[in-house]
């Protein structure tokens, strides 16, 4: 449960300044505004079958990977293989997800 307010709560974070994002655009420039929507966000988080697994929001990108490094490399991939060239991100932002439970 609080994984899944965890992810919402992101999820409208990022929302919110996409929105933001949109509303400065329209007052810049076509090369400002690109320059502004020129990043991505994926959520990472540890595969419940072992390894890692990110996913992108806004975009049907999902990948895995053994180690976090390895997750890494695989989403810059993610990217290179969903972008053509000149629509691709600049910026990858990941959001390492980690539920973790503390005796009181």
């Known amino acids: 449960m609080k ?3 965890q992810v919402d709560e992101i999820v409208n ?8 994002d949109l509303v400065n655009a329209a007052l810049h ?5 690109q320059r502004m929507n020129s990043e991505i966000l994926f959520l990472a988080e540890e595969s419940l079958e072992g390894g890692y697994e990110a996913r992108a929001l806004g975009h049907a990108i999902f990948t895995q990977a053994e ?5 890494k490399d695989m989403i810059r991939d993610a990217v290179c ?9 600049r910026i990858i932002r990941v959001h390492f997800v ?3 439970v503390l005796s009181a």
Do not use: G, I, K, M
Not at 29 to 33: K, P, Q, S
Not at 67 to 71: F, Q, V
Not at 81 to 89: G, L, S, Y
């Open 13 to 20: 974070q990022w929302a919110s300044r996409a929105e933001n």
């Open 29 to 33: 420039t076509d090369e400002e505004a």
């Open 81 to 89: 293989v969903h972008f053509e060239e000149e629509d691709r991100p």
């Open 98 to 100: 980690r539920e973790e």
């Open 3 to 5: 994984r899944a307010r």
């Open 67 to 71: 180690t976090y490094d390895e997750l």
